[in-house]
């Protein structure tokens, strides 16, 4: 291993929840070129992120990241996977993962820090840089999301399945329509999570986890819709300081991104708002998670290699 790891704890702003964050240090011992924050997607952990923390590590970064409310080991009780709180979740995610930030930062000081989403991770980034991209010095989003007409009818429908069954109902009407299709462009189909990766050993142990196949309750899935309706707002691209450094990365089979559409207009919008420093690669045949493709090492060294690059 080319790190150091210790797991930490903090009060969540929900008032109820404890969240788990982590610290990982590069093995040997030295000052850091720069901290990575982590923000991993829906239904998983950032125990599924230690093969890439460890390169990370060997390149001499350091890396700090939470799991999120409802994820890994910031449930008490299983019961509680995929539930944020009975309203405004979508906030406290955001309000825990900038009380990381401000953790990292208090720690290691003026080294340059950068954040890095994958999915739901992504978009928690994107919206956390409408109220902080000062307090950063750029970003890396995967597997993100693109603006999708249909978002306020996701949040109605929330609504009433919160209604109708509760809080912490298991909404598998909102999930078929969100996952049902993801499998469409997947020939030789084994699973239904064959959309994440062309990894047969990945996907295999994603569907064994207990962490990560589960379904998001019906307010979780509200939060979710409204963290996606915050950065897809118009008023977000004013917000974000338009010479951040930001790349995106998206693979053309995956569904998520619109198999590159929805990732490709993010890139656009930011371009036409303004940015100046936004990058966009899209991979060939990757699926959702990037990081866990079988050319994940070629997608590690991308991401390494735009790091150095604007480290100078």
């Known amino acids: 291993m080319n790190f150091n790891k210790s797991e930490h704890f903090f009060k969540s702003s929900n008032g109820v929840d404890r969240i788990a964050y982590y610290i990982y240090t590069p093995e040997p011992a030295r000052k850091p070129k720069a901290l990575i924050q982590i923000c991993h997607g ?25 799991d999120h409310l409802g994820h890994g080991n910031s449930v008490s009780d299983n019961d509680d996977l995929g539930y944020f709180a009975l309203e405004d979740g979508w906030i406290y995610l ?8 401000l953790i990292g930062k208090s720690i290691f000081g003026d080294v340059p820090h950068y954040f890095l989403g994958h999915s739901m991770g992504s978009i928690i980034v994107r919206c956390v840089l409408g109220k902080y ?21 996701g949040i109605a429908l929330a609504d009433s399945e919160i209604m109708l069954h509760g809080v912490k109902s298991r909404s598998r009407k909102i999930n078929h329509l969100l996952f049902g299709m993801s499998n469409v462009m997947v020939d030789d189909k084994r ?71 929805g990732v490709m207009q993010i890139f ?45």
Not at 42 to 66: K, S, T
Not at 137 to 153: E, K, N, Q, R, W
Not at 219 to 229: E, G, K
């Open 268 to 312: 656009r919008s930011m371009e036409r708002h303004g940015f100046d420093d936004v990058e966009l690669k899209l991979w060939d045949g990757c699926r959702h998670e990037l990081l866990n493709e079988t050319n994940r090492l070629e997608v590690y060294k991308n991401i390494s290699d735009w790091l150095e690059e604007k480290l100078g």
């Open 133 to 153: 991209s000062g307090d950063t010095d750029g970003a890396i989003l995967l597997g993100t999301v693109g603006i999708h007409p249909a978002l306020p009818f």
């Open 191 to 261: 699973t239904e999570f064959d959309w994440i990766s062309r990894d047969e050993n990945v996907v295999a142990s994603y569907v064994a986890d207990k962490k990560c196949n589960f379904i998001f309750t019906s307010s979780a899935f509200r939060d979710l819709f409204m963290l996606v309706q915050y950065c897809s707002d118009r008023s977000w691209y004013k917000k974000v300081r338009h010479d951040l450094p930001v790349l995106i990365m998206g693979g053309t089979d995956d569904p998520v991104g619109t198999f590159g559409r």
């Open 94 to 101: 955001l309000k825990d993962v900038r009380k990381v930030q």
């Open 42 to 66: 829906m239904c998983e952990y950032i125990g599924r992120y230690e093969h890439f923390i460890d390169y990370l590590c060997g390149l001499g970064y350091a890396v700090i990241a939470n």
